[in-house]
């Protein structure tokens, strides 16, 4: 049982946008920033967002990030292909210093 | 650029200690800035932070509160390594671990460098 929550699965077609959501509480998503991290098939995650909104170096400008409240969503846009995968969200929580927590990811799929 | 490997035994029995070693290239562990962290991730599941060490400032450590009593994470800065010892192991400790770096006090504040991952099955 993963702290943040993410929705299982998504999907879209090429060139449709997607919206995957994080959850959590005001003791993680709601008080720090929120990362995003895309792990394509057998690979490590890649760091595909960080401090809410801000991309990594290489992450195509297609990926974009955003936080209200106790929710957090990483919207792709343009969908390609080659974006199928693992998208996991994580974030501190404090209740105890220094801890991370992540989401449980979530598969998308492009049709 | 920064490169981290995992190594270590890919079975362990049940009830023994699991461990693994990170190998840092193109940095160094007693940098400050850096935390060196170990994450694991169960087949088809999502990823679980372990904990992590800050060579930098006297070796602390920092471990999740769900593993924290089977956990240890130490520094070795002769070899430029770091290792992850989880005692008592069970099936449920079967995953792929990762090794990753975050540097706290840059902008990029995320988890920019992971290694390839090793998978360790507990099982006897």
């Known amino acids: 049982q993963s702290v943040l929550t993410q929705p299982p699965s998504a999907s879209g077609t090429p060139g449709q946008t997607v919206t995957i959501s994080c959850s959590g509480s005001s003791s993680n998503v709601g008080n720090n920033y929120v990362y995003w991290y895309q792990q394509l098939s057998g690979t490590a995650p890649k760091l595909l967002i960080y401090?809410?909104?801000e991309r990594s170096s290489g992450a195509p400008d297609r990926f974009s990030g955003s936080k209200s409240g106790t929710s957090a969503s990483l919207t792709i846009s343009g969908l390609r292909s080659e974006d199928e995968g693992d998208y996991h969200c994580a974030t501190r929580d404090d209740s105890v210093s220094g801890l991370w927590v992540f989401g449980g990811g979530t598969k998308l799929t492009v049709l | 650029q920064v490169q981290l490997q995992e190594s270590g035994p890919g079975l362990v029995k049940p009830s023994q200690t699991l461990s693994l070693t990170c190998t840092v290239s193109g940095a160094s562990i007693s940098a400050g800035s850096y935390y060196w962290s170990w994450i694991r991730q169960p087949a088809g599941k999502g990823l679980e932070w372990i904990g992590h060490?800050?060579?930098?400032?006297?070796?602390?450590?920092t471990y999740n509160p769900s593993l924290k009593s089977r956990v240890t994470i130490s520094a070795d800065t002769s070899k430029n390594q770091f290792s992850l010892n989880l005692s008592s192991v069970t099936a449920a400790d079967s995953a792929v671990y990762y090794c990753?770096?975050?540097?706290?006090?840059?902008?990029?504040?995320?988890?920019?460098?992971w290694g390839q991952g090793t998978l360790v099955t507990v099982s006897s």
């Open positions: 990753a770096m975050r540097c706290g006090s840059c902008y990029n504040d995320g988890f920019d460098i």
């Open positions: 060490v800050y060579v930098y400032f006297s070796g602390s450590t």
């Open positions: 401090r809410n909104n």
